[in-house]
């Protein structure tokens, strides 16, 4: 995948100017960064949530994208049926709700499967909107500080998780994260962001 230059400013304020790079397809690549280093708006950018202000990132309607937004999300219903709502197209009811009982089982949240979702903790509502995320294969995924939130028990099953996607799906996986760390677990390939601008 080849990414075009991008620029884009907050009321006259430059947050990203990046030169044109690619990112390999099939791999887990790291965007890090310390907070205002540009992560997020690369990510919404990238997810086609927001336009930069230079820079066009072509659209392929053969590729499908998935996005995880750093503050998640819960309806007001069932864990099991947020899941759901993600089911995926070429499975059958039961073959979804199967799959949804064993991603829940896998980020632990299998004993609260009928508990409304908008009663969760912050850190349960981000193993929720992982899982329910992970629920269809994508060509991409943009995974924005999916972790951060979590309990550091929790944070190894989440990135076995995610790895364990990718090699099921062969997707290209972008996850932002500010934890050196964690892109070292995870990634393949690094790109580091400092003041919107590309560093490494």
Not at 1 to 27: N, W
Not at 31 to 47: D, E, V
Not at 93 to 113: D, P, R, T, V, W
Not at 121 to 148: F, H, N, V, W
């Amino acid at each position: 995948m080849i990414l075009p230059a991008l620029k884009k400013t907050y009321q006259g304020q430059l947050v990203l100017d990046i030169p044109s790079m690619e990112i390999a397809d099939g791999s887990i690549t790291a965007i890090c960064g310390q907070n205002g280093s540009g992560k997020s708006t690369l990510a919404k950018i990238l997810a086609g949530i927001e336009k930069p202000d230079d820079g066009t990132v072509t659209s392929d309607a053969a590729r499908s994208v998935g996005y995880l937004p750093q503050q998640s999300y819960a309806f007001h219903m069932s864990i099991t049926s947020n899941l759901m709502l993600n089911k995926d197209p070429e499975k059958t009811k039961q073959e979804n709700l199967a799959h949804a009982q064993q991603l829940l089982k896998e980020i632990g949240l299998e004993s609260m499967a009928k508990k409304n979702a908008k009663k969760l903790s912050g850190g349960e509502t981000q193993k929720m909107a992982l899982a329910r995320l992970l629920m269809k294969s994508y060509d991409m995924i943009i995974l924005d500080e999916p972790t951060a939130s979590m309990d550091t028990a929790s944070i190894p099953t989440a990135e076995k998780m995610i790895c364990d996607y990718q090699r099921r799906t062969g997707c290209t996986i972008l996850i932002i994260t500010h934890s050196p760390e964690q892109a070292q677990r995870l990634a393949s390939h690094t790109i580091r962001l400092e003041g919107g601008k590309l560093c490494e």
